[in-house]
């Protein structure tokens, strides 16, 4: 089994930043696409960022230019630093990956997320 784990999330204020990582453990065999998700109040969980193996990024149109995704694959850790935030940031974000990990002798894929940080925005 694999695990993600979330943290760095918290209080700021607007304009202020914050960086979010995301660490996988378990018996891991590789990881594909790394990314982060964020989900507020009453809305739908939605794409923030995600990076490829290869290190190509895909953002939100929300965030570009404001935040930046990067992944220490010796570490199976994706990060996301969040710049200038704005209250509309303000949600729950999730960490997503897909893990290639073993079990026995078969390796198996799963698309895996975190429990979530929680990222208020707020004066």
């Known amino acids: 089994q694999v695990q993600l784990v979330e943290s760095g999330g918290g209080l700021v204020q607007p304009g202020e930043s914050l960086r979010l990582s995301c660490a996988a453990s378990?018996?891991?065999?590789?990881?594909?696409?790394m990314g982060w998700y964020r989900q507020a109040p009453g809305k739908q969980r939605d794409l923030v960022a995600t990076?490829?193996?290869?290190?190509?990024?895909n953002y939100a149109d929300s965030v570009k230019g404001r935040f930046t995704i990067t992944r220490d694959s010796a570490k199976n850790t994706v990060y996301l630093q969040m710049n200038s935030l704005k209250p509309e940031d303000t949600a729950i974000y999730y960490c997503?990956?897909?893990?290639?990990?073993?079990?026995?002798?078969?390796?198996?894929?799963?698309?895996?997320w975190g429990q979530g940080t929680q990222v208020t925005v707020s004066s």
């Open positions: 997503n990956a897909d893990i290639t990990y073993y079990r026995g002798d078969f390796k198996i894929l799963s698309n895996s």
């Open positions: 378990g018996s891991i065999f590789s990881i594909g696409v």
């Open positions: 990076i490829t193996t290869t290190g190509n990024t």
